[in-house]
């Protein structure tokens, strides 16, 4: 690299960290003093609502805790703290608490047997879905104003087979207008805030659910990605999400999705509290014919994989990344140097500065039409809508129109984008082959205040360049940085072998200790 092009890299990052810094102080000012979630009431409170679904199963089917009292718990933290967290698009569901009794009255008459449990290995347990994912009878909006009253009529299938397994829905959560932006945030119920800092973004589309998730409103949820989208809030707010292998996930119900596209960047996946929880949730998830290529049941053995990072995404556009972030990246490879006794090797991955070109240019070739989507069938005229949104008048976020324009503006050079991809993708593949793992910034900074994403938006490259390449990536929470926001770290590894980000999230989370809390701990 020549001379003048350190200097200018180096005014970059100086204008980027400027900049992010007038944003902190113009936003922060705007929105006022820091607030967090409360805390639930008590430390029993506190200790039920906290357990991994796994614990719960677990203590539900032995009857040491009842189905319906932790139902009733969580339906009652929703109705305490949604005000702070307006997280809820509907519920949660008085219908809950009736097949949480019923349940408790089958396992005490011992009507369950060993195969029912095998069965239904949630049996009991309270979760969530994001509102673009179809639960029959419920609200399913997208975060439209013309689709209020909408409500579906069947089940998305995964929240069918979550069901099976005996997991009881207690609510679905807000979302961005039809998925397709990094802050969770709509002209129906607004915007949705996060846990640790009222005033910061939850991201998204399944930043409601990630808000539900860390301030302990449900026991675990079920998110989509196809730019990071389980990723994103699962990193602004401090817990687990895991998109998987393409095609890994019957998609259909899920944003109108049939289930049958095919090279769609768009995956559903599990988020939790815990990456203990994300293994078994993928067991009940995957589509059956895929079974044997993902090979769950495989034990990993974490000494005999092959560790690498990358530094930065190189893309002029992002964050430089910061001190904090950094050091997160340095005690993981130093964990893992000392667990295997080899080198965690830098990666030098091709063409990752053009990931956002990358991923704007496969989103044109997406199944789903964004804009007729976001006019509920209707095409949009987005200057039409800017005009109406100056006035006043638009019944769409500023984000949406971003997106409206978008779609009119010049479209990338499809060999090049498509060649690079290419060329990305196999350096990936061939550097990780069947028992590599790769450490990648979540991203170069903790969660922004909210509005920050209609300035500086970029950073969520770090986040959709798996998708471009179709990988599987678990999102892990490490810790809080000075101002007490999620810090963390994404774990990739090759098509079909997510049981390696899902063993190597649950090293971390054992070695660093996961969630965070964003509430005081009560003694």
């Excluded at 949630?122 to 209020?148: C, N």
């Excluded at 915007?191 to 973004?201: A, E, K, Q």
């Excluded at 960047?265 to 988020?271: F, N």
């Excluded at 005009?387 to 009119?408: N, R, T």
């Amino acid at each position: 690299m020549s001379f003048w092009s350190h200097v200018l890299d180096a005014l970059l990052a100086l204008v980027h960290i400027l900049s992010d810094r007038l944003l902190e102080f113009i936003l922060g000012w705007y929105l006022g003093d820091h607030k967090r979630v409360p805390g639930p009431p008590s430390v029993e409170q506190q200790s039920l609502l906290s357990k991994s679904a796994v614990d719960l199963a677990q203590q539900i089917r032995e009857r040491k805790i009842r189905s319906y009292d932790i139902v009733k718990a969580y339906c009652e933290r929703i109705d305490s703290v949604n005000r702070d967290l307006n997280a809820v698009v509907d519920g949660p569901f008085p219908e809950a608490l009736d097949q949480a009794r019923e349940i408790d009255r089958r396992l005490a008459k011992k009507e369950y047997t060993d195969e029912d449990f095998r069965r239904q290995p949630f049996l009991g347990v309270p979760f969530s879905t994001k509102d673009s994912t179809a639960v029959a009878g419920k609200l399913h909006t997208l975060g439209l104003l013309s689709r209020k009253s909408e409500r579906s009529s069947t089940d998305a299938e995964c929240v069918r087979l979550m069901k099976e397994s005996g997991a009881i829905i207690i609510a679905t959560s807000n979302v961005p207008e039809v998925n397709k932006w990094i802050e969770s945030r709509n002209m129906l119920i607004g915007g949705t805030n996060n846990p640790y800092d009222l005033r910061r973004s939850v991201g998204g589309s399944s930043g409601g659910e990630a808000a539900l998730i860390a301030a302990c409103c449900t026991g675990f949820g079920l998110g989509t990605d196809i730019g990071g989208s389980i990723r994103i809030p699962a990193f602004n707010c401090g817990v687990f999400g895991h998109k998987p292998s393409s095609g890994a996930v019957n998609m259909s119900g899920c944003t109108f999705r049939t289930g049958k596209e095919k090279d769609t960047m768009v995956c559903a996946g599990p988020m939790s509290r815990s990456a203990r929880d994300l293994l078994p949730m993928m067991q009940v998830l995957i589509e059956p014919s895929l079974k044997a290529k993902l090979k769950l049941d495989e034990q990993v053995d974490l000494k005999r994989l092959r560790y690498f990072y990358v530094a930065s995404n190189g893309m002029a556009q992002c964050n430089p990344i910061n001190k904090e972030t950094e050091r997160v990246m340095y005690k993981i490879r130093k964990h893992f140097e000392n667990l295997t006794g080899k080198d965690v090797r830098h990666a030098d991955i091709p063409n990752t500065k053009i990931t956002g070109k990358m991923w704007r240019y496969w989103m044109t070739q997406e199944p789903a039409n964004f804009n007729l989507l976001l006019g509920n069938g209707a095409e949009l005229n987005p200057f039409v809508e800017l005009f109406k949104k100056i006035l006043g008048q638009s019944d769409y976020s500023m984000a949406a129109i971003y997106g409206l324009i978008d779609s009119v503006l010049p479209k990338e050079k499809e060999k090049l984008i498509r060649e690079a991809t290419a060329k990305c993708k196999k350096s990936v593949q061939d550097l990780l082959g069947d028992d590599g793992v790769l450490f990648f910034h979540s991203s170069p900074r903790t969660a922004p205040f909210h509005f920050y994403p209609l300035i500086k938006f970029n950073d969520f490259a770090y986040f959709s360049l798996f998708n471009v390449l179709h990988l599987p990536a678990t999102q892990v929470p490490m810790g809080l940085d000075s101002k007490g926001l999620p810090l963390g770290i994404q774990v990739v590894s090759n098509p079909n072998n997510d049981r390696l980000c899902l063993a190597v999230a649950e090293e971390l989370e054992r070695t660093f200790g996961g969630w965070v809390p964003p509430f005081p701990l009560k003694q």
